[in-house]
């Protein structure tokens, strides 16, 4: 397993990718203005930037009256070889699922979310070409 992407919540997206590309200096690789997501080169894992509520759409939480009911500021990404394989090792473990396994072809990859101990959200990740 891979550390893939650390992925920054927000609720301003121009703000944030400004922030990283020209206070920071980062690179991007991409910025989809449309569907709010951003990626930035780093030496290491990709540091993405994504709309928060597009976020809680994803893993199927729904704004309530602008309080967000998903406080994440972040997610952590992980690349693995078998998604399938390690959602039914968790599923054993009685880990409990945000998300299911699901193809998400918009993103290019099969994914499912949990939460860790301290409710940090957690993203697993397997392209689709595989």
Known sequence: MNLNYVRVLTDDFGEMVSFYRDTIGIEPRFVDEANKYAEFNTEGAV?????????????GIE?????????DRSVIIFRV???DALSET????GVVFVT???DRPEW?????HIRDPSGNLLEFNQPLNQ
């Open 90 to 93: 968790l599923r054993n473990k």
């Open 81 to 83: 070889e078998d998604i």
């Open 100 to 102: 299911e396994p699901m």
């Open 47 to 59: 540091l993405s930037i994504f709309d928060r509520q597009a976020m809680e759409r994803a893993i």
């Open 108 to 112: 290019t990859i099969r994914t499912f």
């Open 63 to 71: 704004d309530s009256g602008g309080m967000h009911e998903c406080f």
